[in-house]
C-alpha cells in the first residue's frame, strides 16, 4: 500500500498557465509537507500543515497556494506558471510536527516542466 | 538548527561497510541528528536517528561522538541499492512559529556503491 501518493507523477505545461498538485497520506498522519527540489538538487521545504492548519510557510510567492480539505490530503495550486517553478514537488507527512522527533514520509514526486 | 557538514561524494565496495562522517560543530544539547537519503529519482527516505546514545535499526547504525559535535552513518553491508544521496539533518524542539517541523537538507553526500 502506498504510504504517501502524489498525482501527477509528470506535468509538462505553458508558461502563465494554473496547475495544481495532489498528495494523500493513508498513514493517519496529523502533519504534511510541500517540498520544493530544484535544478540543483537542493531541497527546500515550502509548507506545512498540521491538522489542516498552515503551520510553515516558507518564501514563497503568493502565486503558490496549499490547501488541505482533511488532514489525509494536502493540496499545492500553481497560479501563472513560470520557467523558474520547473522542479520537483515532494509532498511529505509525519505523525507529529514536533521537532523532538519528527520521522517524514515523502511522496514519490511531481515533476513539473514549463515550458 | 545547527549547520552540518559532508563531503561531497564517497565510494564504497558492495558487501563492505559504508561509513559516511557528518560534522555539526555547533550542535546544542537538545539538538537530534537525523540521516536521510534519497535514491535517484525518489523521495527521501528516513534511515535514523539519535541524540546521545548510538542507535542501529535494520537499515543501518548512527555513531555519535561523545562531544556530540560529529556522527558517522554505518551501512554494515553495502549494496548496489545504497548507492544514493545521504543527508546528515541537525533538527532540535519545536522552537514555535515557522521552524515548527521543518527539515533542512544540505548537499548531502552522493555515496555510489561498487560492484
Known amino acids: 500500500d502506498t504510504a504517501v501518493s502524489q498525482t501527477p507523477k509528470y506535468l509538462v505545461t505553458q508558461m502563465g498557465n494554473d496547475k495544481s498538485i495532489k498528495c494523500e497520506q493513508n498513514?493517519?498522519?496529523?502533519?504534511m509537507y510541500w517540498y520544493k527540489q530544484d535544478s540543483k538538487k537542493f531541497l527546500k521545504i515550502m509548507f506545512s500543515?498540521?491538522?489542516?492548519?498552515?503551520?510553515i510557510n516558507e518564501t514563497v510567492p503568493n502565486r503558490f497556494s496549499p490547501k488541505s480539505p482533511d488532514k489525509a490530503h494536502l493540496n499545492l495550486h500553481i497560479n501563472s506558471l513560470e520557467l523558474g517553478d520547473s522542479a520537483v514537488y515532494f509532498c511529505?507527512?509525519?505523525?507529529?510536527?514536533?521537532?523532538?522527533?519528527?520521522?517524514?514520509?515523502f511522496g514519490p514526486g511531481t515533476r513539473l516542466t514549463v515550458l | 538548527d545547527a549547520k552540518t557538514t559532508q563531503p561531497t561524494s564517497m565510494d564504497c565496495a558492495e558487501g563492505r561497510a559504508a561509513n559516511l562522517p557528518c560534522n555539526h560543530s555547533?550542535?546544542?544539547?537538545?539538538?537530534?541528528v537525523y540521516w536521510y537519503r534519497q535514491i535517484h529519482s525518489q523521495g527521501p527516505q528516513y534511515i535514523i536517528h539519535?541524540?546521545?546514545n548510538n542507535e542501529t535499526n535494520e537499515m543501518a547504525s548512527l555513531i555519535i561522538t561523545e562531544d556530540r559535535k560529529s556522527s558517522t552513518l554505518i551501512l554494515p553491508h553495502a549494496t548496489l541499492r545504497d548507492t544514493a544521496v545521504y543527508y546528515c539533518?541537525?533538527?532540535?524542539?519545536?522552537?514555535?512559529?515557522?521552524?515548527?517541523?521543518?527539515?533542512?537538507f544540505g548537499q548531502g553526500t552522493i555515496l555510489t556503491v561498487h560492484p
Open positions: 511529505a507527512s509525519s505523525q507529529t510536527p514536533d521537532r523532538a522527533y519528527n520521522e517524514q514520509f
Open positions: 498513514l493517519g498522519h496529523d502533519t
Open positions: 500543515y498540521n491538522n489542516k492548519e498552515l503551520i
Open positions: 555547533t550542535i546544542s544539547g537538545n539538538e537530534y
Open positions: 539519535g541524540l546521545k
Open positions: 539533518i541537525v533538527r532540535g524542539p519545536n522552537a514555535g512559529g515557522t521552524s515548527y517541523g521543518k527539515l533542512t
